[in-house]
């Protein structure tokens, strides 16, 4: 197989957003938080990947205080947990004092992980630094202040927009779906890194070490795995957070503001003048049309979840900035 870079092993660092998923978007039956950790870390043991940090948002444990538990066996595998907000809420729809509120309620309900991690890293939901210099300013403060270093993602591949076919092919029982969509959700995956790391490898000139993105959702839990090993099969060597964010790449935040659904590679490209291919993924028309369920789609499962979390923090929920919905900017797939 061909290898991801011509220069030789890309290192990622691999973590995980979101273990316990959003409110109002609930685990489907023969599935739970505590059996899409487990599933999880058993493929973080089998293909070697070190010291992944758990970004916890934490609004679901108001209605299942229970799973809380996850992260004590998060930790007890090695593996660490950091902070990600409560209610995940993108900084672009709310005010900075409403955000700095929710962080805070975030680092209440976690800090006795936290204190155990290496390093108290914190991400922004969505990877979403905020519409204005000014209100991401007084974040970052905030942050600093707590000692939190905010850690972006630099590759992802779009894995929750595959959640909601995924749940359609489980409830229809449609195997040759599941297939389907095994298959595109590693191939993806793959091209993905491929794609952002050469548009990084433009803008820097080098490899810089990569932070890789994955979900706690049942689909990661089922094939999260395979995408491990495709990616060992094309050269990626696995390392942790902490070595990545000894990367400039990583450490120096873009100089650019976006309010669309971007990484950190995305965001230096924009800056840099670089094209990355495929940004959205072309197979996300493909996964929207897989399999139609009436009332399984990504504007019914997920809108009115972002509404009601926008609604906790009285901020406004843009549904434009999440471009890889198609309803969002009224296309049909």
């Not at 991400?123 to 707590?146: C, I, N, S």
């Amino acid at each position: 197989m061909s290898a991801i870079s011509p220069h030789g092993p890309l290192k990622l660092a691999v973590t995980i957003d979101d273990p316990f998923m959003w409110n109002g978007a609930s685990f489907p039956p023969g599935y739970s938080a505590e059996s899409v950790a487990d599933s999880l870390l058993e493929a973080f043991d089998e293909h070697g990947v070190p010291g992944v940090y758990n970004f916890t948002s934490t609004a679901p444990i108001d209605e299942n205080p229970d799973w809380l538990g996850v992260l004590d066996r998060w930790v007890d595998a090695g593996h660490h947990v950091a902070a990600h907000t409560h209610e995940h809420v993108s900084l672009n729809w709310s005010s900075a004092a409403a955000y700095i509120e929710d962080v805070e309620r975030n680092l209440e309900v976690l800090a006795p992980w936290l204190d155990r991690a290496p390093t108290r890293y914190f991400r922004y939901a969505f990877d979403m630094w905020g519409d204005d210099p000014a209100k991401t300013a007084e974040v970052q403060l905030h942050l600093a202040r707590k000692g939190l270093t905010t850690a972006p993602i630099s590759t992802w591949f779009y894995d929750v927009q595959f959640l909601v076919a995924y749940i359609r092919t489980l409830t229809t029982r449609d195997t040759e779906g599941q297939s389907w969509i095994r298959k595109n959700f590693v191939d993806t995956a793959v091209t993905a890194l491929k794609d952002q790391a050469a548009a990084a490898r433009e803008v820097f000139g080098r490899d810089p070490v990569h932070i890789a993105l994955i979900h706690g959702t049942p689909i990661a839990g089922d094939f999260y795995a395979d995408v491990l090993a495709a990616y060992r099969d094309h050269g990626v060597e696995f390392v942790t957070l902490e070595e990545a964010m000894t990367d400039p790449a990583n450490h120096v935040a873009p100089p650019t503001v976006n309010r669309f659904f971007r990484n950190s590679t995305q965001k230096w490209s924009e800056y840099a003048g670089v094209e990355v291919a495929n940004t959205p993924p072309q197979v996300l028309h493909e996964v929207n049309a897989l399999c139609p369920v009436e009332g399984l789609d990504d504007a019914a499962v997920f809108f009115p979840v972002l509404e009601t979390a926008c609604a906790r923090l009285e901020a406004t929920f843009v549904p434009t900035d999440l471009d890889w919905a198609p309803t969002a900017l009224g296309r049909r797939y």
